[in-house]
């Protein structure tokens, strides 16, 4: 069974940087692409970046290019997220999701994890 658990948001001024992770407690990670996801108040969920199986592959919404960096680690069952030049915009509950293809689409991931809040102040 796979459970996802994500950690690292918090509270952040603009401009700072937070590091988001995800564990997966299952046994299935190594065979999955990971993804995060965010959705702020009252408005739908949105795709933030994803990485494929072997991590060779990365795709990043246009929003966030060249701020946040998606990466795992296959032997900890985690992928992360780096958020650098974070902006109040970032604000959302950010999720990790797990499927068996490397898509931005949030309808073919199978597995999500419950949220981590990320609140950037101006």
């Known amino acids: 069974q796979v459970q996802l658990i994500e950690s690292g948001g918090g509270l952040v001024q603009a401009g700072g940087s937070l590091r988001l992770s995800c564990v997966d407690s299952?046994?299935?990670?190594?065979?999955?692409?990971m993804a995060w996801f965010r959705q702020a108040p009252g408005k739908g969920r949105e795709f933030v970046a994803a990485?494929?199986?072997?991590?060779?592959?990365?795709d990043y919404a246009d929003s966030v290019k060249g701020r946040f960096t998606i990466s795992r680690d296959n032997a900890k069952n985690t992928v992360y997220l780096q958020m650098n030049s974070l902006k109040p915009e970032d604000t959302a509950v950010y999720s990790c999701?797990?499927?068996?293809?490397?898509?931005?689409?949030?309808?073919?991931?199978?597995?999500w994890g419950q949220g981590t809040q990320v609140t950037v102040s101006s």
């Open positions: 990485i494929s199986l072997s991590g060779s592959n990365t």
């Open positions: 999701a797990v499927g068996r293809l490397f898509t931005n689409r949030a309808g073919l991931y199978n597995y």
């Open positions: 299952g046994r299935l990670f190594s065979s999955y692409a």
